[in-house]
């Protein structure tokens, strides 16, 4: 049994494993977020009047809003929504340490989780890590979404909470939770079930062990992302305030998107939150792992 104080030095010491490999992610798969959010406002923005604060232009592919950034917002507008982002690290951070420290609790690595272990684990860690940084949330969606024109963060919080108070500073609560705990923990399940299948059918594993995390994590990721997909664009719609009628909950408007758009309406945006998800998930995990072995081993218990 493992000693009453090796869980939180686990923990404690996973913590800057987790800040450097989510940083490291999040900044390189950044752009396929901003697409993904312009993808799943673009129907309501066409609807709009010119003379709103939104922009007028609302491309509806990949490949279109990825011309219109860089033709009208430069290059680097791709990763508008970073610093909110990056707000949010401690948050992807605490998740991935919290993962490990409670595994720990019950004296296993999380790679040793059963199936039903993955699932609430990870679920319980994203539910508490959603609700605090849900803020950080918020103003990262409406940044990417082109249709608020905010200056900094700090203008951003001002602004929402002068207009909607702390409403609107956890505007999406509900789709925000639908979708961030079922996929952490479907996320978890995929991954750390898929890992062991794959290492049941090899002669040696432990040689084959870096090779499997890539395609398992890759494979988790689209599986966990297909699966919440509908929950993502309802929290988009919720947060950019890109509603018709007077839809304001989550049912609300998971019912008008189907009425308006189609139920293809719901997957808005699949492919590069598909992508970013996916590739994002396994980097963040492959590259936790490798530094936290690095890390984990110095330390004495």
């Not at 066409?46 to 219109?68: H, Q």
């Not at 923990?185 to 040689?207: I, M």
């Not at 996916?278 to 984990?296: C, L, N, P, S």
Request: aromatic content about 10%.
């Amino acid at each position: 049994m493992p000693q009453p104080s090796r869980p939180l030095k686990i923990g404690l010491k996973s913590f800057p494993c987790a800040i450097v490999s989510a940083t490291c992610s999040t900044c390189l798969f950044q752009p396929f977020d901003l697409v993904k959010t312009r993808m799943q406002t673009a129907a309501n923005m066409k609807r709009l009047s010119p003379c709103t604060c939104f922009t007028t232009a609302a491309p509806d592919s990949a490949a279109k809003v990825v011309v219109y950034v860089i033709r009208n917002e430069s290059f680097a507008g791709l990763w508008k929504g970073i610093v909110p982002s990056l707000y949010k690290m401690p948050g992807i951070a605490i998740h991935l340490a919290t993962i490990h420290t409670m595994a720990s609790a019950i004296g296993k690595h999380h790679s040793e989780l059963s199936g039903y272990q993955s699932f609430t684990i990870g679920a319980a860690s994203r539910s508490f890590v959603g609700v605090l940084f849900l803020p950080f949330t918020v103003i990262k969606t409406r940044y990417e979404s082109g249709m608020f024109k905010y200056r900094s963060v700090m203008e951003a919080v001002s602004s929402i909470w002068k207009s909607d108070g702390n409403r609107g500073l956890y505007s999406g609560l509900t789709a925000t939770l639908l979708r961030d705990v079922p996929f952490s923990g479907l996320y978890l399940l995929f991954y750390t079930q898929g890992k062991k299948a794959v290492n049941s059918l090899l002669e040696d594993p432990q040689s084959h062990s870096e090779l499997t995390k890539l395609p398992c994590g890759i494979a988790a990721g689209m599986m966990a992302s297909f699966i919440t997909q509908p929950t993502d664009v309802v929290k988009t719609k919720l947060q950019t305030k890109a509603l018709t009628g007077n839809a304001s909950t989550t049912t609300q408007v998971f019912i008008d998107i189907i009425k308006v758009e189609g139920v293809k309406g719901l997957f808005h945006g699949m492919m590069p939150r598909m992508l970013r998800r996916t590739f994002m998930a396994a980097f963040t995990w492959a590259f936790y792992e490798q530094i936290e072995k690095m890390v984990v081993k110095s330390t004495v218990f």
